[in-house]
């Protein structure tokens, strides 16, 4: 079975759709952040640079009087929810493993815990724990970090260069084992 790369994620049109709201730019900044620390700490970094991209995906656009209003969205969020369904959809669609496409939803519904009523430090799997942290690394206040900007020919060159790490990574994995 073909691995199903970022690039193929990326130019997928229910991804363009969702990370034009949540910031193509965080987006493939957090994928960057989760392989690096997928490889430090022994997880799988074509899941975690997946997740990464993903995460946002299910975020929506809170505004009030034609002004975003950070707080209405922070009270209403359920982002996290509505992006691992749209995460698992999407997936399966492009063929994805269907295994993978659940540990990259799951991953993308626990890389938050603004929706509950509980913290997730001590409950995530290594995979979501990455997440998590790739995501907090790159956060703004007031959500700042969604408005970044990047045009889609610097993140299809960054996504590639994510997908080449990613397949050397796989290769030598499989030479050692």
């Given at each position: 079975?073909?691995?199903?790369?970022?690039?193929?994620?990326f130019?997928?049109?229910?991804?363009?759709?969702?990370?034009?709201?949540?910031?193509?730019?965080?987006?493939?900044?957090?994928?960057?952040?989760?392989?690096?620390?997928?490889?430090?700490?022994?997880?799988?970094?074509?899941?975690?640079?997946?997740?990464?991209?993903?995460?946002?995906?299910?975020?929506?656009?809170?505004?009030?009087?034609?002004?975003?209003?950070?707080?209405?969205?922070?009270?209403?969020?359920?982002h996290?929810?509505?992006?691992?369904?749209?995460?698992?959809?999407?997936?399966?669609?492009?063929?994805?493993?269907?295994?993978?496409?659940k540990?990259?939803?799951?991953?993308?519904?626990?890389?938050?815990?603004?929706y509950?009523?509980?913290?997730?430090?001590?409950?995530?799997?290594?995979?979501?724990?990455?997440?998590?942290?790739?995501?907090?690394?790159?956060e703004?206040?007031?959500?700042?970090?969604?408005?970044?900007?990047?045009?889609?020919?610097?993140?299809?060159?960054?996504?590639?260069?994510?997908?080449l790490?990613?397949?050397?990574?796989?290769?030598?994995?499989?030479?050692?084992?």
């Open positions: 079975m073909k691995r199903v790369t970022l690039v193929d994620v130019k997928h049109r229910i991804t363009q759709k969702y990370l034009q709201r949540s910031g193509i730019n965080h987006a493939v900044t957090v994928a960057g952040y989760a392989f690096d620390m997928a490889v430090k700490k022994g997880v799988d970094p074509d899941l975690a640079t997946k997740s990464a991209l993903l995460h946002d995906m299910g975020h929506y656009e809170w505004y009030r009087d034609g002004k975003w209003d950070y707080d209405e969205y922070r009270k209403s969020d359920i996290a929810i509505k992006g691992a369904e749209r995460a698992h959809k999407l997936l399966i669609r492009l063929g994805e493993d269907r295994l993978v496409a540990e990259v939803s799951v991953a993308v519904l626990l890389h938050t815990d603004s509950l009523p509980f913290g997730l430090d001590q409950k995530r799997t290594p995979l979501q724990h990455v997440v998590a942290k790739a995501d907090e690394k790159d703004q206040p007031m959500g700042l970090h969604h408005y970044k900007q990047m045009d889609r020919s610097e993140a299809l060159k960054r996504l590639h260069a994510l997908d790490k990613i397949e050397k990574f796989l290769e030598d994995d499989d030479e050692l084992a």
